[in-house]
Nanobody, 122 residues
């Protein structure tokens, strides 16, 4: 029913940029908050950035100033522009959505995409 599909991942060198996209279907996109999480091998799935239904955004300290989250309600898409990438940014990036309150914890989010791999070489 509800599908979130990420794209745009790939291999980049340190200092480079990528833009991730997430296409949503099966939900009233304008009424949900959206977020990006990431998970590196052996680590927890951590919050990266989120944007509420009203357009307010929130970032993890580790990406603040480098990443920008945005949404296009007409296209039902959310984006993550990643600049000045570092090897520590290497992870599988997941798109998520929630009908409830906006929170950083992954358990607060209702729907998830399949993930897209981002690898940053040194």
């Amino acid at each position: 029913q509800v599908q979130l599909v990420e794209s745009g991942g790939g291999l980049v060198q340190a200092g480079g940029s990528l833009r991730l996209s997430c296409s949503a279907s099966g939900l009233t996109f304008s009424s949900v908050s959206m977020a990006w999480f990431r998970q590196a091998p052996g680590k927890e799935r951590d919050f990266v950035a989120g944007i509420s239904w009203s357009g307010s955004s929130l970032y993890a300290d580790s990406v603040k100033g480098r990443f920008t989250i945005s949404r296009d309600n007409a296209e039902k898409k959310v984006y993550l522009q990643m600049n000045s990438l570092k090897p520590e940014d290497t992870a599988v990036y997941y798109c998520s959505a929630t009908l409830g309150t906006f929170r950083r914890t992954s358990s607060s989010w209702d729907y998830w995409g399949q993930g897209t791999q981002v690898t940053v070489s040194s």
